[in-house]
């Protein structure tokens, strides 16, 4: 699902499955997390823009 900013750009929002996983994992064996619910995406959502332009400066 594609959601856009105050502005009308693009934003994503991505899940890396290894956190997925983990989060799935905790859920099951602590009984801590019964009941609750959790919000494993990323804090903010860069604009397809942004991340291109972090892809350009990992990438050199």
């Not at 959601?3 to 899940?15: F, H, P």
């Amino acid at each position: 699902m594609r959601k856009y900013d105050d502005l009308g750009r693009a934003v994503e929002n991505s899940i890396i499955p290894q956190v997925v996983l983990d989060a799935i994992a905790l859920a099951i064996t602590d009984d801590r997390a019964t009941g609750k619910v959790y919000n494993i995406a990323e804090a903010q959502f860069p604009t397809e823009a942004q991340r291109i332009r972090r892809i350009g400066q990992v990438a050199g």
